[in-house]
C-alpha cells in the first residue's frame, strides 16, 4: 500500500528543520557566551585576592629588580586621591575677597604666600555674599586646589562656578575668602 504523504516532499518541511537547526545553535551559542560571561565576572571578584596569595611565596624569592619590573606589569590601583602635580611653589593662586571687607584679599594673600605659593594677585570675588571661603579650580588642578584648602582649613573644595579663566589672571586656583575668614 503506498502511503502517499511519505513520497511528497514538502519544501517548508525542509525550511522548517533547516531553521530549528539553526535557531538551536544559536540558543547553544548565547548560553555559552553567557556562562562565559558569568564565569568571567565571577573571576575578576576573586581575582585580585588570589592573585594576592599566589605571590606572597613567589615574592620572597624575587629580587627587587624582578619586583619593580612586576609592579610596572601590573595596573596599578586608582588612589583614593591624587597627588598634587605641582609643588606649592609652582602653584599659582588668587585671592579674591568674597565678603566685601577691605582688604581682606591682600591679607590671606600675604597668609598664603608665607605657605610658599605663587599669588597671581586679589581682586574682589564677582560677588561679595559668600558665607564661607573656598578654593575653586580650573581642570587639572584639583590635588592642588584640595593642597590649599588643607593648609588653609577651607572645607569648601570645588570647579571653577561663577569666575572665569580671565577673571583668574592665569593662576590655577583661587581661594575665595567669606565671612568665615
Not at 14 to 31: F, P
Not at 87 to 110: P, Y
Amino acid at each position: 500500500m503506498d502511503h502517499p504523504h511519505l513520497n511528497v516532499q514538502d519544501p517548508w518541511r525542509a525550511t522548517a528543520l533547516v531553521a530549528s537547526g539553526i535557531a538551536a545553535l544559536e540558543l547553544l551559542l548565547i548560553l555559552v557566551l553567557a556562562a562565559v560571561l558569568f564565569i568571567g565576572l565571577s573571576d575578576d571578584k576573586e581575582a585580585p585576592a588570589a592573585a594576592a596569595q599566589k605571590a606572597a611565596p613567589a615574592a620572597a624569592a624575587e629580587t627587587p629588580a624582578k619586583k619593580a619590573e612586576a609592579t610596572k606589569a601590573q595596573p596599578a590601583a586608582k588612589p583614593a586621591k591624587a597627588e598634587p602635580a605641582l609643588e606649592r611653589g609652582e602653584t599659582s593662586v588668587i585671592v579674591l575677597n568674597g565678603n566685601g571687607t577691605t582688604g581682606l584679599a591682600g591679607e590671606k594673600a600675604d597668609l598664603v604666600r608665607t605657605k610658599g605659593y605663587l599669588i597671581a594677585g586679589t581682586a574682589n570675588a564677582p560677588r561679595t555674599d559668600f558665607a564661607r571661603s573656598v578654593v575653586m579650580f580650573r581642570p587639572g588642578y584639583e590635588a592642588e586646589a584640595r593642597r590649599l584648602a588643607a593648609d588653609f582649613r577651607v572645607p569648601r573644595v570645588a570647579p571653577l562656578d561663577g569666575i572665569t579663566n580671565r577673571d583668574l589672571q592665569g593662576a590655577h586656583v583661587a581661594l575665595v575668602v567669606g565671612d568665615d575668614a
